[in-house]
């Protein structure tokens, strides 16, 4: 693993912060098993936690998901760079809390994901370490 340096823009800051860079196939690591409590996605508290990539809003597109691409919202940083911004409520303008596509099902203490099949690349690969998934205080590594 690496650790190179990655700006970032959101919601009007611009930050400089330390990423690891690995390779797709460990994320998740492989000791994790999703619980569907939903703590990745009830909390949108960080840099990362609401952003997409060129390849998912490229996804969106050719799928016509327009009521994804409708909470998503382009920053442009310079050059050819792009920076996705996510789950900005369209009615308002506001970061959304929480993630719209995420529902509890009914008298359960379980989540589930309405674009589950086309959600983002940093969701899909949640968490990237398991001190990760213990800051979100996410269960996918307990027995």
Not at 76 to 102: F, K, M, R
């Amino acid at each position: 693993m690496r650790w190179p340096f990655l700006t970032y823009f959101r919601a009007g800051y611009r930050g400089t912060m330390p990423i690891k860079i690995r390779s797709e196939s460990d994320m998740p690591p492989k000791d994790f098993k999703c619980k569907q409590c939903g703590h990745c996605c009830i909390n949108l508290n960080g840099a990362f936690t609401a952003t997409a990539y060129e390849k998912d809003i490229q996804l969106w597109r050719e799928q016509g998901r327009q009521d994804i691409l409708d909470w998503a919202r382009a920053i442009h940083p310079g050059g050819d760079n792009y920076v996705y911004d996510l789950w900005i409520d369209p009615s308002t303008g506001d970061d959304a809390q929480e993630c719209p596509w995420l529902k509890k099902l009914p008298d359960q203490d379980k989540y589930v994901c309405l674009i589950h099949e086309v959600k983002p690349t940093h969701d899909r690969e949640f968490p990237k370490t398991r001190q990760h998934a213990e800051e979100e205080s996410c269960k996918g590594f307990e027995p």
